[in-house]
């Protein structure tokens, strides 16, 4: 795994983490899934940091947002680049995730084109603001 980027996937849908898992494993990056944020927070207390977090907005303990901002609080994540994938597409949604925290939004359903194109250009940019 070290020579391949670590993606922590983080959505409530079993089934999403597992397309999601299998599109970026073909794109050759590897992925650390949670169902939780709770889940999410405690791989992101094991070092080494991943090299980018998807996040779904509506996770069962608290929602998406509130874990971005929580995460943003801390500057060790400050170069972390982060994903929203959601189902949420209202545009007062997406700019309160990126307010919040995140250098881009997806909505679902997806492309998959489009979200291993995205996560490869967010892997060679890293995060967008500082």
């Given at each position: ?10 959505d409530d ?15 050759n990056m ?33 929602s998406g ?66």
């Open positions: 795994m070290a020579d391949k980027p670590v993606i922590l996937v983080v849908d079993p089934g999403v983490l597992k397309l999601v898992e299998t599109l970026l494993a073909r794109a590897a992925c650390v899934l949670a169902e939780t944020a709770g889940e999410a927070a405690a791989h992101l207390k094991q070092p080494p940091l991943p090299s980018l977090m998807i996040l779904d907005m509506m996770l069962p303990d608290i947002i509130e874990f971005l901002r929580q995460m943003r609080s801390k500057s060790v994540f400050d170069n972390l680049p982060v994903l929203i994938l959601s189902a949420l597409a209202d545009p007062d949604q997406i700019r309160e995730g990126l307010a919040a925290g995140a250098d881009r939004y997806l909505t679902k359903p997806y492309l998959a084109n489009n979200l291993i194109t995205t996560v490869q250009e967010m892997l060679r940019t890293g995060r967008l603001r500082k």
